[in-house]
């Protein structure tokens, strides 16, 4: 918040002296005061340039609640600045303020109805542009790896397995890093490993470090929810077929468990490697596409270089960019299979149960996803829209898994799904559900790896 003050010059009368009428006088001493006081405001203020300002207190949800009802009252006030102002204000509340927002309905004008329209999507591109970002681990001090785990988990919602002694003593303490930093260095403090192969959506199993595994804090570059690790270098010298000669690279790529990428790649003209000489390797344009699955929170790519010339020792910098679109905050579908409602839209997104096709007591059970913007998210090969959990409850609560599913509709920005279920055939008191991300957000993540020795 900052504080812009004016100050107008008070115009004190020229002929302020024994000449000067009463009437000057009266008129010349109340301005003289003003401006002074104005001009003690003004060094007051000026003083104050520097110092610190304390931050508004975060409004408690009646607050809230009161504030978005008095600024949406205000979408239908007479004057234009008011209406205006108020749209300002309530994007200002940020997406807590989604879930109290009315819907634009016929207790507004056309003109509230397009302001809430607007507000609604631009506080859901908010909500998905934060979700989407690098959760910030505030770890402060611990005396146990159990403690610094369970504060991990709390700030990011990921559950840890220890394959050793969870309650090992651990003296850190940590100001606000990055997920990964600061699980590599509690797992550096404990001599501990990720493995990824036992784990599987939102947990992580820690496993003993290798002898020789290095440091993964000084192996590791942090790049948004990313982070990247050179595994291995080896060098090929074709004696026949010169042009076949590479240098390669091979990376870790790991992202936050709580999300899978969509569409991830690595572009090959946006990758720089020099060596410790300052020679400078480019590989060949083109992309490596990475791929992503909500089972496995990483991957693994080899990246190829020209050879270099002579026996160079070290790569000294790696750099490139991952771009990617990343899930956003997500929405659970609930209908009810013996009726199933209208379309629901929520955001940019419109989930339906469009069809409920008996085949004795197999049912299918076909659903339509659509996004008025998907980008490239649809593309035949990308798999995570078939990952989102598909099930059906019956009355007494019981989860049904679904037997298998087929694609029968599939454009640019819309994917039509058949499930089946065996459903008894019995429709009645029997709910679908669906859960998925109601937004996607396109981020490129900028990397830097150092030190990176050669074979």
Do not use: C
Request: aromatic residues 6%; hydrophobic residues 40%; without cysteine.
């Amino acid at each position: 918040m900052s504080t812009v003050i004016t100050i107008e010059r008070g115009k004190i009368p020229a002929e302020v002296g024994d000449g000067a009428s009463a009437a000057s006088l009266r008129l010349a001493r109340p301005m003289l005061q003003w401006t002074l006081a104005g001009l003690l405001l003004a060094f007051g203020q000026l003083a104050a340039i520097g110092q610190p300002l304390e931050a508004d207190p975060p409004l408690t949800d009646d607050q809230l609640r009161s504030r978005v009802s008095e600024l949406v009252d205000t979408l239908d006030a007479d004057q234009l600045a008011q209406r205006q102002q108020a749209e300002r204000d309530l994007l200002a509340l940020g997406p807590e303020a989604l879930r109290l927002l009315p819907e634009p309905d016929d207790r507004f004008s056309a003109e509230a109805q397009q302001r809430l329209r607007r507000v609604r999507l631009a506080l859901q591109q908010q909500r998905a542009e934060a979700d989407a970002g690098a959760r910030t681990v505030r770890l402060g001090s611990v005396t146990t790896l159990q403690e610094a785990l369970a504060k991990i988990t709390a700030e990011s919602g990921i559950e840890f397995e220890v394959q050793g002694e969870a309650a090992a003593p651990l003296q850190l303490t940590l100001g606000p890093l990055s997920f990964w930093e600061t699980l590599d260095v509690v797992l550096d403090a404990a001599e501990l490993d990720v493995n990824f192969y036992a784990g599987g959506p939102g947990r992580m199993v820690l496993v003993p470090r290798g002898e020789s595994r290095p440091s993964r804090t000084d192996s590791a570059a942090y790049a948004g929810v990313y982070r990247l690790e050179a595994t291995a270098t080896t060098a090929r010298r074709d004696f026949h077929q010169p042009q076949l000669n590479r240098l390669t690279v091979g990376l870790e790529v790991a992202w936050e468990p709580r999300l899978t990428p969509i569409g991830l790649n690595l572009p090959l003209d946006r990758v720089t490697a020099v060596l410790g000489d300052g020679t400078e390797l480019k590989p060949d344009e083109g992309q490596f596409d990475i791929a992503a699955s909500s089972q496995l929170p990483f991957s693994q790519l080899n990246l190829p270089l020209p050879l270099p010339a002579g026996s160079p020792q070290r790569i000294a910098t790696l750099r490139g960019t991952l771009r990617a679109m990343l899930p956003g905050a997500a929405e659970h579908f609930e209908v009810p299979l013996a009726n199933p409602p209208a379309p629901a839209k929520v955001g940019n997104l419109t989930f339906a149960v469009e069809e409920v096709r008996p085949n004795g007591e197999i049912h299918e059970v076909r659903m339509e996803v659509a996004f008025e913007e998907a980008g490239n998210a649809f593309e035949s090969h990308r798999q995570w829209i078939f990952e989102n959990p598909a099930y059906v409850t019956d009355a007494e609560g019981n989860r049904l898994e679904h037997l298998g599913y087929q694609v029968y509709r599939q454009t640019s920005n819309r994917v039509g799904i058949g499930y089946l279920f065996d459903l008894g055939g019995e429709l009645e008191g029997k709910t679908f559900h669906y859960h998925t991300p109601i937004s996607v957000v396109a981020r490129e993540a900028e990397f830097e790896l150092k030190d990176i020795p050669l074979p």
